[in-house]
C-alpha cells in the first residue's frame, strides 16, 4: 500500500478522513458493549495504519494542537504511559495527572467537578479510577469525550481491544479460536470484557481459576445467551494443549479484603517452560501485565510469548482510538 499523509487523505475508504463523518467524533468509549465487528474491523483497521506509520515515521501531526488530560485515580504503568506516547506520537500533548492526591481530589473535590474542570484545558478525558461505573459517571458530567482506561473490577475496554488486535495481528484471524483464560477471574477487569469483545466471534472460551476466583456469572450467562461454547477448570493441564491462545492474568491482590484469602490463592498457577511443551506450536501467550510470577521469566524467549508484542499493539490502538474520537478518523 503507498503511504498518503493522512491530513492530505480525500479517499473515504482510508481511514483518515474528514472529521464531519467521523462515527467516533466526540463519542465517549466507556465499555466494550459500544463495539460490534464492524466497529472492531474499522477500529483495527485504524490501528493497522497507525502501526505502519510509527513504523515508517514515528510520529506525525494528525492531533496537533489537541490536549488529552491523563486523570488516574489507580496506578498504572502502561495504560498512562501508552496514552501519553499515543498522544505524542501524533503531535498532540498531555496533561498527566497520575498522582491524584497531589491534586484537588486530596481536598475532597468530587469526580464530576474535576472533569468538568479538566475539560475547561484540555480535549479528551482518559480516566482509570477503582470503582466500577466512575467513568460513565465523568462522562455523563463532561462535554468531552471520556475514555475508560479501567474502572475497579468493571471493565478495561482499551486493554480488551488490544487484546483483541494483538490476537488478529498475531495469528491471523479470531473465529474457530479456543482462548483460555487463567488466574483471577473475578476481579481482573481484562478478562471481563475480553469475554464480552470475543464473544462477537465464533471461539471456544476456556476458564481456569481457583474456586473463589471464577468468571462472574453474569459474565457467563451473557456470553452463554450469545451461545458460545465456555468450560471452566481448577487445572491448566487440561485446557493447554487445544488453546490458541493462553491469557494469563495476576491475582489481583488490591480487590482482597482478607489478605489471608489472597495469600491462598497468590501462587496458584505459574506458567514455565515445562507447561509449554505441551502448547500448540502456534499459539500465544498472552498477559496484559504486570506480571508477579504467573509467567516464568524463562519463557520470554518462547516465540509464543506474545505479551510484550501486546504493549506495542496497545500503543497503535490508543492511537487509534484519540484519532477516532477527536474526529480525525
Ligand atoms: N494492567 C491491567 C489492569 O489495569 C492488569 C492488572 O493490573 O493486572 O487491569
Sequence with gaps: MTFMPPTHNNNPHLPFGDQRTAP??????LSVKQFDRNK?????EVAHEMRIMVERIGAFDLLKGKILANLFYEPSTRTSSSFTAAMERLGGSVIPINEVRYSSVSKGESLPDTVRSL???????????????????????????????GDGIGEHPTQALLDLFTI???LGHLDGLTVT???DLKNGRTVHSLARLLSLYDVKLNYVS??????????IDEIDAKGLQQSEYKQFDDVISESDVLYVTRVQK????????YESVKGAYVITPKTMVKAKEKMIIMHPLPRVGEISMELDDDPRAAYFRQMEYGLYIRMALLAMVLGKA
Excluded: Q
Aim: hydrophobic share 40%.
Design 24 to 29: 467516533w467524533y466526540g463519542k465517549d468509549i
Design 40 to 44: 472492531l474491523s474499522y477500529t483495527f
Design 119 to 149: 475539560e475547561c484545558y484540555a480535549d479528551v478525558i482518559v480516566l482509570r479510577h477503582p470503582e466500577v461505573g466512575a467513568s460513565s459517571l465523568a462522562a455523563k458530567y463532561a462535554r468531552k469525550p471520556v475514555i475508560n482506561a
Design 168 to 170: 488478529s495481528e498475531e
Design 181 to 183: 483464560m487463567l488466574g
Design 210 to 219: 481457583p474456586e473463589i476466583l471464577k468468571m462472574p456469572k453474569e459474565i
Design 254 to 261: 488490591e480487590r482482597f479484603k482478607d489478605k489471608k484469602e
